[in-house]
């Protein structure tokens, strides 16, 4: 079986891992969540705690238990919280069953204690045994240490009840939602200028007084929350609460970034930390940065991975459509509306929701041509703000130029001086015989030799401004070098003497009345008498 993992949004149990292959049916469950993993590494889980199974049997009724059958094979359990008594069902297989079983806790997931051992002495019968491990750990894992030929372990029905701490223990809930420390609220907003309260709860699930001394705000948007109550420092009796009303009041609109610091005396959660999703207005900010570098690897004619670069600020996901067109998509996510693979967004199809980079698009079919689009978000559910402009820039819009400044602004200049080095080496250059490279005038088809790195002088080339130098508002641009003469999207190689002198600062148009040629190029009159040079 492959390595799997289960996360609960439950305060207790956090996730299980196993490394064995052969798991049938193998139950798991506390007081608060049953999951069975299935041979095939698919998981179903129950947070209700009512477990609707279509399952044959339960229990010790099953036909076939979990089968650890190599040494390091393992289950591995870690909680959130103490652990109680801790039940589970073992056998051996074969007669007079050999080998070393263990059950071990753990603190950190990183230094084993062994708290049961089994040696030599396992029956073919399925027999509950219990351990309770010490109040500091947090990891639970039952492993076969050591494997004789011909003799293997069933494992079954492993129950971990709740721990109670004898000291104070805190706990807090958002609503009815439990959140670890150093967790995330679900996410909740308000209009800018309006307060609203937000309803948390200190639980104490320890046997004795637990203080809280204070509760702070920090990060960037802290001012925006304040306690309305209870004000100051509190108790809460063992095995009780007190409900704690938190008054969000946002100053703008997008998201606030605050954590709620707790101060206790809980002695190993001492400072709780709680991460509030807030939003001001309607949605999340909407992210600055788009994603690059989308990459397709693997083609086959039914699937294809594909792989992208991340978007700059740290978006919360990626939504992806595709769409079986020959055409760019123009269909984008409307903000404020969450979507699952395979949901429609106009005419294209979701094929990834999530904070993946990489993955298989699948059911790809031979000759066919396919569009993928990527939109960045930050929020969710309905406060889920994508970032859509790249199909805000319309050639037809009153605000066109103001829209593509904004998409080309911020950028990285590449001087002038580099152009060899970028576009020639990178673009315009060619391989030819006898190790040569060879390079093309734009203007005038003019071709020449050269081996190793590009030598201006010695090709008699030049890098040609087609938007001359000489028209630029801010001429003279070039020391020190601004982006409009650094923009290397209308910079061409020419053929120095013959063509780039010859055309020099005069307009490109038709030459109706040629006083010069050079191959492709002409210099003469246009059909108004006005001087202009003419490219290929």
């Known amino acids: 079986m492959k390595k799997g993992i289960i996360t609960s949004v439950l305060s207790l149990f956090a996730k299980w891992v196993c490394t064995s292959k052969h798991f049938q049916h193998l139950r798991i469950s506390t007081p608060l969540q049953e999951c069975f993993l299935k041979q095939d590494g698919h998981t179903m889980k129950n947070p209700t705690g009512t477990p609707n199974y279509t399952y044959p049997g ?6 076939t238990a979990g089968r650890l059958d190599e040494t390091g094979d393992y289950i591995q359990v870690f909680v959130g919280g103490q652990m109680g008594a801790s039940t589970y069902y073992l056998a051996g297989t074969g007669t007079s069953w050999q080998g070393t079983f263990k059950v071990r806790e753990s603190a950190d997931g990183s230094a084993w204690t062994d708290i049961a051992t089994y040696t030599n002495n396992l029956t073919s019968t399925l027999t509950q045994y219990t351990v309770t491990p010490s109040a500091p750990a947090r990891y639970i894992r039952w492993e076969f240490t050591n494997k004789i030929t011909g003799f293997n372990v069933k494992i079954e029905d492993i129950n971990i009840t709740a721990g109670v701490s004898t000291a104070a223990d805190i706990n807090m809930k958002y609503n009815t939602t439990s ?15 309006t307060p609203t309260a937000l309803n948390f709860v200190v639980e104490n699930t320890g046997l004795s007084t637990l203080t809280v001394n204070s509760i702070s705000f920090t990060g960037t948007d802290a001012g925006d929350f304040s306690v309305t109550s209870p004000v100051g420092s509190f108790t809460v009796a063992a095995t009780s609460n007190v409900p704690l009303v938190v008054s969000f009041n946002p100053s ?14 809980d002695s190993d959660e001492g400072s709780y930390v709680i991460h509030l999703n807030a939003v001001g207005g309607n949605l999340a900010s909407e992210p600055t940065g788009i994603p690059s570098g989308l990459n397709f690897t693997n083609v ?5 991975v594909y792989s992208f670069n991340a978007a700059s600020g740290n978006p919360d996901g990626y939504i992806i459509i595709r769409k079986t067109s020959n055409t760019a998509i123009t269909d984008v996510p409307v903000d404020g509306v969450t979507y699952q693979r395979g949901d429609a967004v106009g005419g294209s199809e ?7 980079l990489s993955n ?23 406060y889920i703000n994508y970032n859509t402009e790249y199909s805000t820039v319309s050639t037809s819009s009153a605000s066109f130029l103001t829209q593509l400044q904004a998409k080309i602004n911020p950028h990285s200049s590449v001087f002038y001086s580099n152009y060899a080095n970028t576009m020639v080496k990178l673009f315009e250059a060619y391989d030819t015989t006898a190790g040569q490279s060879a390079i093309t005038c734009a203007y ?13 002088s010695n090709t008699d080339f030049s890098r040609e401004h087609t938007y001359c130098h000489n028209w630029m508002p801010t001429n ?30 005069y307009p490109l148009a038709e030459v109706v009345t040629p006083n010069f040629t050079f191959m492709g190029c002409k210099f003469g009159a246009n059909a108004l008498g006005k001087a202009v040079f003419e490219p290929q």
């Open 444 to 456: 005038s088809g003019y071709k020449a030799l050269y081996t190793g790195p590009l030598s201006w």
């Open 360 to 382: 298989t698009l699948m059911n790809v079919w031979a000759g066919t041509q396919y569009q993928l689009a990527i939109f960045p978000y930050n929020g969710a559910d309905t």
């Open 252 to 265: 703008a609109s997008g998201t606030r970034v605050a954590d709620m610091i707790i101060a206790n005396d």
């Open 300 to 304: 086959k004619s039914y699937r294809a």
């Open 179 to 193: 959140v670890l420390s150093g967790g995330t609220t679900p996410i909740f907003g308000s209009p800018v200028g």
């Open 476 to 505: 003279p641009a070039d020391n020190p070098e601004l982006p409009e003469y650094n923009d290397q999207h209308h910079i061409y190689p020419t053929k120095f003497i013959d063509v780039n002198e010859v055309r020099s600062n």
């Open 350 to 356: 979701v094929v990834s929701v999530g904070t993946g």
């Open 58 to 63: 339960t229990g010790l009724a099953l036909t």
